[in-house]
DNA sequence: ATGAAAGCGCTAACAT
DNA sequence: ATGTTAGCGCTTTCAT
């Protein structure tokens, strides 16, 4: 049998398991476990990935001696460095992110949720995160709610049992509540909210101009001499929505205009509910010469039925709808529009969460705003005056 | 262990089952049952993540119990399960998916590198494939490569070291070599390409119907009585624009077409290019009278110049391209296009992958096939026969 | 039914 | 300059 390595008996040595493809032992004399060494440890063609283990057997050197020469330190012979770096090299090693950061308690790694990949507001702010996130040290998970609040809440958990190191998020359009936020930020991990954010929650959100945009939007319009201006808005409990409303009312009020709240009108915003609003305009006793929506899409998809009916666009009804678009653009006639430049969205969302995470010492939180601008196009041209 | 708050013995005193949520003690000498106060359950509010053990000290119970009643595991008393699950959820216990991963020696996390989110194309693969990760156990892990080479390399170093369980991928336009995905194989980790494959890894590829979708618009066209078409292709190595100017080519043929070199143009298919390939064939003595692009917008953007010319579509010139977008069906003309329904290409690409994984055992990779249709619009009828 | 301890891959403090 | 070891959070034998 085996020779237990600390008492050198036989007899009181028993077999107790297998540990990495080694047989255990246990000695019962001097109550001792012992793994007898493997005797033929040549074979360093592993199948699956290789360790700092794998590279530190491959040389005969401790696994501390590799980590050090891998991680560049200063205490080491830069000949052992030089052959460790090599046979790391042949082995393919890379290191376990893991492992990493398991140990050092964080992971380089920011969350992000939103709601739709297929918008492509969100797919631009993404490539503006996505952007920052390259020229630096952090990588980015991305998970979609799919405009479902459970499905958001379940995000969030998965992006906290990943441990990432900061939290993008735009809520879904159910997202009304904020438990699920507020519990990652008691964990103290960093949020950063943009778009649709939530206000109760005292983080860093990252804007556009809501308000100054759909203001100018509704101004517009007036100025090209629109009388009866209706919007079609999203769900109300929505802040970013509510603050395009606001705008409206208050071109409404600088023109000395009286608000009529037939002409207001909330929708969930998807392309199937531009019929229904857009029957409802054309079914009161005077239909809107002027129609705002709060999302470009919704204005080119009016505008297409508008168009199927015969109506001419500006003359008969003007549209302006709140951010730019390709198809605002190439549609025709081509949308008026307030540009809010999604990418630098993204750009500043990651900027300030990144600044979050290394300035242990938060800041306070406040609203950051990327300034738009006005794309005036065929839809809304009346002749009236372009200011 | 536990002192007995009655004889002050130690020796004596057994876990006793639990009452609220607070374990109870019998101590066998003085026969007496007393309940813990829970001294210690009070400084347990953590600033950060709570863990096992944070857990287990809340109860006075070792972390292998929790660990037992966190997994629902059998031999564990229904009562100190109770307990822990609960103080799990005041303490907002939620597992360390590293520490997990770490020891199970898998991540259950998908890596996906495609070539660019903005691309409508690629974000509805990526809706299909998180629409079949959502109902299984994978997350995923979206890179994007921004059509450069060494992006795509450094994405697929970041994958492995996270320890993806396999990768999704859809090679950047700059991507003509692959030994940076020979090595993700070699360490034997699944790879599934889609779209923009690499023909030379014997790898399992989900495809759409390249050669057969250009066929039948070539064809489309043919039909409706154009003479002379012209085709918009891609850059020359990649091999779906080499299966659909196969399928352009086979379209001539069987018509007893001639094949005219001049009306064969590789591109970059960026926006950008468009302008100057239709000059181009504006150029040439005859010019075409059909266009075929191999991307969808490249037609509508050709679309939109020749309209700018004044030239009349598709009286003197066809239109049709390759995959559907709502550009392509809101322009005016709406281009006829072979629609190639991206999100079950994300679905079946995410099912293989899935399959791949849990089937140690792999099944020999073969291109999978998702079928397409065409799509006739405006751009194309020129009153010609529609087959 | 519960606890103790090994080990996943890595880093860093502590030896030598 | 290099090796030994503890520990990150967790699961899983093995022992009680």
């Known amino acids: 049998m085996q020779k237990c390595t600390k008492c050198h008996q036989v007899d009181g040595v028993i077999k107790a398991g297998f540990i990495r493809g080694n047989q255990r032992f246990f000695c019962k004399i001097c109550s001792q476990h012992f793994i007898l060494e493997n005797a033929f440890k040549s074979d360093l063609k592993k199948n699956g990935q290789s360790t700092i283990t794998d590279v530190a057997n491959a040389l005969g050197v401790s696994i501390s001696t590799v980590s050090r020469a891998l991680n560049d330190k200063s205490d080491i012979n830069p000949d052992t460095k030089k052959a460790i770096l090599q046979a790391a090299m042949e082995l393919d090693y890379r290191p376990n992110l893991l492992a990493q950061s398991l140990h050092k308690g964080k992971t380089n790694t920011i969350g992000v949720i939103i709601p739709d990949v297929e918008h492509p507001f969100f797919a631009k702010v993404l490539a503006g995160i996505q952007q920052v996130a390259n020229g630096s040290c952090f990588r980015i998970i991305v998970c979609h709610s799919n405009e479902s609040k459970s499905a958001e809440i379940l995000n969030t958990e998965t992006l906290i049992d990943c441990r990432v190191d900061g939290l993008i998020i735009s809520h879904s359009k159910e997202t009304t509540s904020f438990e699920h936020i507020k519990k990652i930020i008691d964990k103290g991990i960093p949020v950063v909210q943009f778009d649709r954010i939530i206000t109760e929650l005292n983080t860093h959100n990252v804007m556009h101009q ?4 759909s203001f ?37 009020q600088k023109y000395g205009r009286e608000i009529n709240e037939e002409y207001i009108v909330h929708s969930n915003i998807a ?15 005077y239909p ?39 198809l605002a653009e190439y549609f025709e006639p081509s949308l008026t529009v307030f540009n809010h430049f999604p990418p630098a969205i993204g750009q500043e969302v990651m900027k300030v969460l990144i600044r979050l995470i290394e300035n242990k010492t938060h800041f306070p939180a406040y609203n950051h705003f990327i300034e738009g601008e006005l794309v005036v196009r065929q839809s809304s041209q009346k002749g009236g005056y372009i200011k």
Do not use: W
Not at 233 to 241: L, N, R
Not at 274 to 284: A, I, T
Not at 299 to 325: C, L, N, S, T, Y
């Open 210 to 213: 809501d308000y100054k945009g």
């Open 216 to 252: 100018d939007l509704v101004e517009h319009l007036i100025l090209q001499g629109c009388e009866r201006i209706a919007i079609m808005s999203g769900p109300q409990e929505m802040y970013i929505c509510k603050q395009r409303l606001e705008g409206y009312k208050a071109a409404f």
């Open 271 to 285: 392309k199937k509910d531009c019929l229904d609003v857009f029957d409802y305009f054309m079914s009161l006793e």
């Open 288 to 326: 809107p010469d002027g129609i705002f929506t709060i999302l470009n899409r919704n204005g080119v998809e009016m505008m297409k039925i508008a168009k199927e009916r015969g109506i001419r666009i500006p003359q008969e009804i003007a549209f302006a709808g709140f951010g730019d678009d390709i």
